[in-house]
Nanobody
Framework: QVQLVESGGGLVQAGGSLRLSCAAS????????MNWYRQAPGKSREWVAG????????NYARSVNGRFTISRDNAKNTMYLQMLNLRPEDTAVYYC?????????WGQGTQVTVSS
């Protein structure tokens, strides 16, 4: 059974930091590209960052580039999102995504709230 479980969300003041984790199971994690998405209230889900299966390539949305860092530990079947200098506009539910060809798996999300 495929599972993606996010953790690490919470309430933080503007300028603060959080580290999200995504624990994966039930599929060959090391062969999948992984992504973080987020969805703010009243808005559509948006892509935040992506990382290749081996971790050698990363990409970021312009809105988070330079503040967020995506990484993965294939030995632990876990992906991370280090978020620095958080802004109120980063407030959203953050989702973990695993993608390979027609396979597209999602976690249940973790809430990040940034107060001004």
């Amino acid at each position: 059974q495929v599972q993606l479980v996010e953790s690490g969300g919470g309430l933080v003041q503007a300028g603060g930091s959080l580290r999200l984790s995504c624990a994966a199971s039930g599929f060959p994690f090391s062969t999948y590209g992984m992504n973080w998405y987020r969805q703010a209230p009243g808005k559509s889900r948006e892509w935040v960052a992506g990382i290749s299966s081996a971790g050698s390539t990363t990409n970021y949305a312009r809105s988070v580039n330079g503040r967020f860092t995506i990484s993965r530990d294939n030995a632990k079947n876990t992906m991370y999102l280090q978020m620095l200098n958080l802004r109120p506009e980063d407030t959203a539910v953050y989702y973990c995504n695993a993608k390979q060809l027609a396979n597209d798996f999602w976690g249940q999300g973790t809430q990040v709230t940034v107060s001004s």
